[in-house]
């Protein structure tokens, strides 16, 4: 009973609120307007958005690339132990995996850190 009576009341909206919603409302309809006309021609869009698609510069000419210009030949990794391994297990772990990176031909340098306070002593030149 106590529900009927809350959801009854009618809440009233300042004007910010009605002007706001007023120009949502006529987003959602300008987008649907657009839409139904793309669907409506939908091979005159396809052949539009084709060219577009296949360029090689396209709309994406101006965004910014993820990949460095210049590879600088670094490559990160990291290594995960049970929570109950002890430090020097977790260290001899990562000098084991120091030495397989060390031993292939391409490798300059490895290093590794286990969170002591002495990291040359993991690491390999």
Known sequence: MMCAYLLKKEQ????????????FEWIVNAYGRTLNVALRFA????????????????????????????????????????QDSSFDALNGLLLRMIKIVKDDPGVDEALGFTGSDNPPECSFR
């Open 12 to 23: 009233k909206h300042g004007w910010f609120y009605r002007k706001s919603e007023q120009g």
């Open 43 to 82: 091979p005159i869009t396809m052949a539009i958005l084709r060219p577009l698609l296949r360029s090689p510069c396209g709309f994406l000419c101006g965004f910014p690339k993820a990949f460095p210009r210049k590879d600088n030949g670094r490559i990160n990794g990291s290594m995960q132990a049970d």
